[in-house]
């Protein structure tokens, strides 16, 4: 079936302007998840949606950043007043949430945000 | 979470297996073993994950040994595609916040 897909697969902007970037889930998975992941880095987790409980924002880095998601479906994550230093891929990922064990998570190709 | 150490490095010939070894010397109980990779301008893509037994699917094969401090992930039959950053990670049943290290970076050579 559908994997996870994200939109735009690249963006470029100008320093100081808002972004919108959205993701859509596997049907049927209740947890999404944004993540970014910088050039040389490693994954780092950004923001958690399950079912209707309040996200789990903890790793939002700063209030510029912010993240919805409607009808427990496709997902939003904006960032306003962009700075270069929010240049990086920005990954959603989705699962299902299986009470007796894991959350496997599977990720989109992600979106590649420059900005200038 | 217990921290896991990878080689930074290795080739493979195609059509040959691919063995890659991960040390997690602290891991807990009820930590499980997850490998994932990454495909150049991909996304991290889910392979396997196993909690003491031996795991088969249609990718790969996850070893397990028998004191969990460490695995392998086989690959059986390495193909051009395999080429990839390969990551292997421990987590809580419940952990939901996906940390990866550097990896393995695994070529694949004709």
């Known amino acids: 079936g559908a994997g996870v897909s994200q939109s735009p697969s690249n963006k470029v902007t100008e320093k100081g302007k808002d972004v919108e970037l959205r993701c859509d889930p596997i049907s049927g998975h209740t947890a999404l998840y944004w993540y970014r992941q910088s050039l040389g880095q490693g994954l780092e987790f950004l923001i958690y949606f399950q079912g209707n409980s309040a996200p789990d924002k903890s790793g939002l880095p700063s209030d510029r950043f912010s993240a919805e998601r409607t009808g427990g479906s496709v997902s939003t994550l904006t960032i306003q007043r962009t700075q270069q230093e929010d240049s990086a891929v920005y990954l959603c990922?989705?699962?299902?949430?299986?009470?007796?064990?894991?959350?496997?998570?599977?990720f989109g190709p992600g979106t590649r945000l420059l900005v200038l | 979470d217990a921290k896991t150490t990878q080689p930074t490095s290795m080739d493979c010939a195609e059509g040959r297996a691919a063995n890659l070894p991960c040390n997690h010397s602290?891991?807990?109980?009820?930590?499980?073993v997850y490998w994932y990779r990454q495909i150049h301008s991909q996304g991290p893509q889910y392979i396997i994950h196993g909690l003491k037994n031996n795991e088969t699917n249609e990718m790969a094969s996850l070893i397990i040994t028998e004191d969990r401090k460490s695995s392998t992930l086989i690959l059986p039959h390495a193909t051009l595609r395999d080429t990839a950053v390969y990551y292997c990670i421990v987590r809580w049943f419940n952990d939901y916040k996906l940390s990866f290290g550097a990896g393995t970076t695994v070529t694949v050579r004709a």
């Open positions: 990922a989705s699962s299902l949430v299986d009470l007796a064990a894991q959350e496997t998570q599977y």
């Open positions: 602290t891991i807990s109980g009820n930590e499980y």
